[in-house]
DNA sequence: TTCGTGACGTGCA
DNA sequence: GTGCACGCCACGA
């Protein structure tokens, strides 16, 4: 068994997303990546879809590579995120945000 | 165990 | 810009 300095992967996913500011946002390969996950975008995706509704994680300051939300357009998840990022002033552009402006940069 | 699937990413036509 | 293939990893049928 390896050690794991007490935080799990999952633990770490949780606390990397917390640090992103209100009002930017990061990838899931980026929030893999600073949590020592390399190539382990879609283990993030996948905590991020067992979150629990009542998290007051920041879930929705995670998006994919290409600046655009990855849950199905139409989907409540989708439009929960979409607006939530509007009012911290994330502007959307065609369903898209640019990346340039809004990335995090830790 | 194999196969399909998914809140992903990158490269290329 | 769009679509597709492929790589990647964890899960469940």
Do not use: C
Not at 12 to 23: N, S
């Amino acid at each position: 068994m390896k050690a794991r300095e007490g935080a799990t992967d999952e633990e770490q996913i949780w606390q990397v997303v917390r640090l992103i500011p209100r009002g930017r946002v990061a990838t899931y390969g980026q929030v893999a990546a600073l949590a020592g996950l390399p190539g382990g975008a879609r283990k993030v995706g996948r905590t991020m879809s067992r979150l629990p509704n009542r998290t007051r994680l920041p879930w929705h300051r995670v998006v994919n590579a290409s600046g655009r939300i990855s849950l199905p357009i139409g989907s409540t998840g989708h439009r929960e995120q979409k607006r939530r990022l509007e009012r911290e002033g994330v502007a959307f552009v065609k369903g898209r945000l640019s990346l340039a402006r809004f990335r995090w940069r830790p």
